[in-house]
T-cell receptor, first 115, second 113 residues
């Protein structure tokens, strides 16, 4: 089956620093990747949609200058949290859609803790 | 806009009990419907799906039937196991491949032996 990886799985950073999270589709080409944010015991909230080679589309209320998304190839998308603050601490999950019907394949998530 | 409503949790059951997690949706078109499962500390895994009315998705003993007349996609399992303890998310996707999923809030299932 389709496999999506994320790296790192867990990261702690200091307030004011930037953190990059990678999302890779390992065995298929993902024309579209999605970034979600999940707060404890809550659902996933879509942050942005990225298509390979074009700018990401951000959901309302998501700061595009703070959450930089790059989808440079059909197998890699990155989310950079710039100037992180404690309120950015969350579980970030990416998913990839490869045109295999309507399915999306999810990465295992990255837990970000900002101190 | 489109939305998904799941029953509030947590759901606590004994092993071998029958499970139902209700899910209803609101959509303007004809969405595809999904159930995803999230085990502790892990990402989401697709459990089952249905792409048109009256379709039944099934996997690992779980079933859900796409009911257009009641806009529902309830998840059922005849006999749960401790290993089924997880958070279950109902979701829909309306449109073509590459459309983001809309999730319900999730239902936590806890099964004890």
């Amino acid at each position: 089956g389709a496999v999506v990886s994320q790296h790192p799985s867990w990261v702690i950073c200091k307030s004011g620093t930037s953190v990059k999270i990678e999302c890779r589709s390992l065995d298929f080409q993902a024309t579209t990747m999605f970034w979600y944010r999940q707060f404890p015991k809550q659902s996933l909230m879509l942050m942005a949609t990225s298509n390979e080679g074009s700018k990401a589309t951000y959901e309302q209320g998501v700061e595009k200058d703070k959450f930089l998304i790059n989808h440079a190839s059909l197998t890699l998308s990155t989310l950079t949290v710039t100037s992180a603050h404690p309120e950015d601490s969350s579980f970030y999950i990416c998913s990839a859609g490869g045109g295999i019907g309507y399915e999306q394949y999810f990465g295992p998530g990255t837990r970000l803790t900002v101190t | 806009g489109d939305s998904v409503t799941q029953m509030e949790g947590p759901v606590t059951l004994s092993e071998e009990a029958f499970l139902t997690i209700n899910c209803t949706y609101t959509a303007t078109g004809y969405p595809s419907l999904f159930w995803y499962v999230q085990y502790p500390g892990e990402g989401l895994q697709l459990l089952l799906k249905a792409t048109k009315a009256d379709d039944k998705g099934s996997n690992k003993g779980f079933e859900a039937t796409y009911r257009k007349e009641t806009t529902s996609f309830h998840l059922e399992k005849g006999s749960v196991q401790v290993s089924d303890s997880a958070v279950y998310f109902c979701a829909l996707s309306e449109g073509q491949a590459g459309t983001a999923l809309i999730f319900g809030k999730g239902t936590t299932l806890s099964v004890s032996s």
